[in-house]
């Protein structure tokens, strides 16, 4: 298994992260064309968002054969090719598996629709409408119903787009058909699955109605989310396949709870390996995620450190384990919303940067962040996310917001915010391709691109590649007890990670303030990182809007035997 604990993983969204064919869209030869800056980069294994065949109605998430790579990515060859070229360099990949929901442009699905005898149809979840009525009030992730027309009197369940079909993960053939999915795959040598929204694989028996005494469409929570089968499937799928390549399983899920992401990962439950949770990324959202507006996109710098408290404390805890990350595909890109890129463009997205890479858990790079890369605001009819598209259709139809404004929260809020081509030079179409991308390209990589950072000592880049080199020669960085000082300080993240050889201190300035803090303890220690000028550790501090440093302790031998054995926690 890959040593996930000291890995660095890159996200690569294979349609905006390199063109080599010119067709402007990114490709499977453009990755390999990429490996070397990645390399030089420091990351170690990749994960490759889905290049399968698809009609791309949500951009690759709809599979339709998983035995095929879409012709736009390039072909089986390529991919192997790919394989070939990450195991030269020492890289190891994980695949995306989306196993909630095939395409229904899929040969099960296309089968199971016309034949009401095909042995496909309980692959899926047809069911008989209620009074002219979809058969329950589930709320789709992506706005409207969760089911979608099959004729006058049927359904069928899609939980995202109407051209995601759900599957029906009771039927064993199913679980098999996905294994064998995952077994083709490690056979040609990948290294894990990411395994998409694999939270919601375990539907409430009858799919009855959520909240039925309130009106209109429900968000199905619990009756979707986190159902108690899914520990079961995850275990089945570890004896069946992941243990027998000794592959990783990392759960992507939709609003995961923190019990429930310890459980999926805890060693004991032999199931998977580490899990991404929703929190951060929620942070300013409703509970139902980007389109609930009911928080304006606000929240505290005492919310960002609760939840990095929380699941913090709870991997220790409870011995889970996640994999932290600050953008990804489904977001706008984090700059603008946990950093100012007016002010401290720099500042803030070194801060992040380096607060991602000091919490115990694995950290994820999401393609240009470690130049920077900025959202970008599309027109309306530029918009290419289904999910956009559609929740400002539902924001106007079920919420009556109008039209004008329901645009302007898509426009903040759409995932082409992070979907614009990597931005690799200043020459033509930013060096992604030469002719115009599938989607708008960013103006600003005139000045952000990654060929200028590489040559600038003070950019983004090279302090993301300063990170990755301490946390690899830090080990209490990588698999250190994390213990939060200042817990009440408003501004500062102030936390250590320590192992028996050594205890660092991270102090983060997370807003556009400057801030005093006096340290909960008395401690020295020598600078090993910031994002600014060079600071003394003193017990009283000030610091500049979005300074962040990390300081080696000064050990104190006695007190140290003392906590560590005294300590319940070992991580
Ligand atoms: O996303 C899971 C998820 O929870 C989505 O709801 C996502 O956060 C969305 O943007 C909600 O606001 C995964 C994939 O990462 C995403 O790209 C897919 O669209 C989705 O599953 C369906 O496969
Ligand atoms: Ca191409």
């Not at 058969?135 to 995202?160: A, I, R």
């Not at 375990?202 to 429900?218: A, R, S, T």
């Not at 011995?319 to 720099?346: A, M, P, Q, T, W």
Request: net charge negative.
């Amino acid at each position: 298994m890959i040593d996930f604990k000291h890995s660095v993983i890159y996200q690569i969204w294979p349609r905006s992260f390199k063109d080599s064919n010119n067709d402007g869209i990114g490709d499977i030869q453009g990755i390999i064309s990429k490996l070397d800056y990645l390399k030089e980069l420091g990351i170690d294994c990749i994960w490759l968002s889905p290049i399968y065949a698809s009609p791309n109605d949500d951009y690759g998430y709809d599979i339709s054969d998983y035995y095929a790579i879409a012709p736009e990515y390039g072909t089986m060859n390529d991919f192997d090719q790919l394989l070939f070229e990450l195991k030269k360099r020492g890289m190891s990949i994980l695949m995306d598996l989306v196993a909630n929901h095939t395409s229904t442009k899929h040969a099960w699905f296309i089968d199971a629709y016309n034949n009401p005898d095909s042995e496909y149809r309980d692959f899926y979840f047809f069911k008989e409408g209620k009074n002219g009525n979809p058969p329950n009030n589930w709320l789709s992730f992506f706005g409207g119903s969760s089911w979608t027309k099959e004729n006058e009197h049927s359904y069928y369940l899609t939980s995202f787009a109407p051209t995601q079909a759900d599957l029906n993960w009771k039927n064993p053939q199913v679980r098999q058909e996905i294994y064998n999915v995952m077994e083709f795959y490690l056979k040609k040598g990948v290294d894990g699955f990411r395994m998409d929204v694999i939270n919601c694989i375990d539907k409430k028996d009858g799919l009855p109605d959520k909240n039925p005494e309130k009106k209109g469409y429900q968000f199905p929570d619990d009756y979707l989310l986190n159902g108690p089968l899914v520990h079961t499937y995850l275990k089945e799928m570890n004896e069946k396949v992941l243990s027998k390549y000794d592959a990783l399983g990392l759960a992507e899920g939709c609003l995961v709870t923190l019990d429930d992401a310890m459980k999926y990962t805890n060693p004991d439950s032999k199931g998977i390996q580490m899990t991404f949770h929703f929190d951060i990324s929620m942070l300013g959202y409703g509970s139902l995620g980007k389109y609930d507006f009911r928080k304006f996109y606000r929240f505290t710098t005492s919310e960002f450190k609760e939840v990095t408290r929380k699941w913090q404390n709870a991997m220790q805890e409870k011995n889970g384990y996640v994999g932290n990350f600050l953008s990804n595909h489904d977001n706008k890109r984090h700059l603008e919303r946990f950093g100012n890129i007016e002010l401290y463009y720099l500042e803030s997205a070194k801060a992040l940067a380096l607060y991602n890479f000091t919490l115990y858990g694995t950290p994820f790079i999401y393609q240009g962040e470690e130049i920077g890369m900025t959202n970008l605001k599309l027109d309306y009819s530029e918009w290419k996310d289904y999910e956009a598209i559609n929740s400002v259709q539902a924001m106007h139809d079920m919420l009556h917001v109008p039209l004008s404004i329901a645009k302007k929260i898509g426009a903040y809020v759409t995932r082409d915010n992070a979907r614009t081509p990597v931005q690799w030079s200043n020459e033509n179409y930013a060096g992604f391709s030469s002719v115009t991308p599938w989607i708008k390209l960013n103006p600003n990589y005139i000045h952000i691109n990654a060929h200028d950072s590489m040559i600038d000592p003070q950019s983004i880049y090279h302090f993301y590649k300063k990170l990755i080199v301490l946390r690899k020669s830090h080990e209490a960085l990588c698999t250190g007890k994390f213990i939060e000082l200042n817990k009440d300080h408003k501004s500062i993240l102030c936390f250590k990670r320590i192992n028996d050889e050594e205890e660092l201190l991270i102090l983060i300035n997370l807003t556009k303030q400057a801030a005093d803090i006096t340290l909960d303890e008395k401690l020295d220690g020598i600078e090993l990182l910031h994002n600014g000028l060079d600071k003394e550790l003193r017990r009283v501090m000030k610091l500049a809007p979005y300074e962040a440093h990390i300081y080696q302790l000064t050990k104190k031998e006695e007190k140290v035997k003392v906590s560590l054995h005294s300590s319940k926690y070992r991580v």
